[in-house]
Nanobody, 116 residues
Framework: QVQLVESGGGLVQAGGSLTLSCVAS????????MGWYRQAPGKQRELVAQ?????SRNYADSVKGRFTISRDKNNVHLQMNSLKPEDAAVYYC????????????WGEGTLVTVSS
């Protein structure tokens, strides 16, 4: 069974920084794309950043220059700098994993709160 577990959310003042981490575990043969999504109250879930197995990175326009995604084996991290109140959301880790089959997996989410 494959699991994604996030950590690192919390409360931070506007302008501050947080680092989110996610580890994938279980019967994993390989991982293609790993990424972070977020969902704020009353809004749709949106892509924040993703990184492919080859190292290609993609960011939402709203976080370019402030957030950095990195990956190490089955771990993915999101360094978030210069946080703004509009960055507050539940952040979800996602990964396309080769296990018994190829599937997209999601973590349960970690809450990021940004005070103004």
């Amino acid at each position: 069974q494959v699991q994604l577990v996030e950590s690192g959310g919390g409360l931070v003042q506007a302008g501050g920084s947080l680092t989110l981490s996610c580890v994938a575990s279980g019967n994993i043969f390989g991982i293609n794309v790993m990424g972070w999504y977020r969902q704020a109250p009353g809004k749709q879930r949106e892509l924040v950043a993703q990184v492919t197995i080859g190292g290609s990175r993609n960011y939402a326009d709203s976080v370019k220059g402030r957030f950095t995604i990195s990956r190490d084996k089955n771990n993915v991290h999101l360094q978030m700098n210069s946080l703004k109140p509009e960055d507050a959301a539940v952040y979800y880790c996602s990964a396309t994993i080769f296990s018994a089959s190829v599937m997209d997996y999601w973590g349960e989410g970690t809450l990021v709160t940004v005070s103004s």
